[in-house]
């Protein structure tokens, strides 16, 4: 973390930001995983006045590669800031302004402590939390597994195989990107990175089928 001298203000100032701002709700859908996230406009809505009545303010700006520093900045002069590295799952333009978005929203809660519900968008992106299988008697768990199912290679590369090479290279792309992905949490990555896609069908049901694979090994 890289600060001035003296951070006195400053932090007397994130401190009445913090018993002001009110708690952040989780207003945006991610339909693959019918869950909700808090959206960036939904937190910058929440946090703008609060920070003006304080002083505050920030910015945010991508440095190096894929790498994002968010600096918050006292009325005096005082400030504190820090950079964190992401990678996209695609090296794109689309990719790039999506990665930058999801940091962009994870920063500002991460540096001025705001109160936001319990995230999904990535699915914590460290690792999916599932129900513990070995928490089941292993009976039961054989009992309940659904019915074996194809090979995603077969499904993902026969509908790979519908589509036009050069008219739908970039999914194509992305759909080999599903194809190749090994847990639950890189699917929902590769979901918020391209879920402007959310509606294509051919980009749904392959997301739905590897997950669906995924959690039934």
Do not use: W
């Not at 590669?65 to 800031?81: D, K």
């Not at 799952?89 to 994870?106: A, E, F, H, W």
């Not at 070995?134 to 009992?143: H, N, R, T």
């Not at 589509?163 to 990555?189: F, G, H, K, Q, W």
Request: hydrophobic share 35%.
């Amino acid at each position: 973390m890289e600060k001035s001298d003296i951070i006195t203000d400053i932090a007397t100032a994130i401190c009445k930001f913090q018993g002001a701002v009110e708690k952040i709700r989780k207003e945006a859908n991610n339909p693959f995983f019918r869950s909700k996230y808090a959206s960036l406009a939904n937190i910058l809505d929440v946090i703008r006045q609060p920070l003006f009545e304080n002083g505050l303010s920030f910015v945010q700006f991508p440095t190096g590669e894929n790498e994002l520093t968010t600096m918050i900045m006292h009325t005096t002069g005082q400030y504190i800031s820090d950079t964190y590295t992401m990678r996209p799952v695609k090296n794109d333009p689309q990719g790039l302004g999506s990665c930058i978005t999801y940091m962009r929203r994870y920063a500002l809660g991460a540096i001025l402590g705001l109160n936001i519900d319990e995230d999904d968008d990535a699915n914590k992106a460290s690792g999916l939390k599932e129900k513990d299988k070995s928490s089941v008697p292993e009976k039961i768990v054989k009992q309940q597994a659904p019915a074996p199912k194809p090979p995603s290679d077969d499904y993902i590369n026969g509908v790979i195989n519908t589509l036009d090479p050069d008219a739908d290279s970039s999914l194509i792309v992305i759909l080999d990107e599903i194809n190749r992905a090994t847990n639950v949490a890189m699917l929902s990555t590769i979901f918020s990175t391209y879920q402007d896609l959310a509606q294509n069908i051919d980009f749904k049901n392959c997301l739905t089928h590897k997950k669906n694979e995924i959690k039934a090994k």
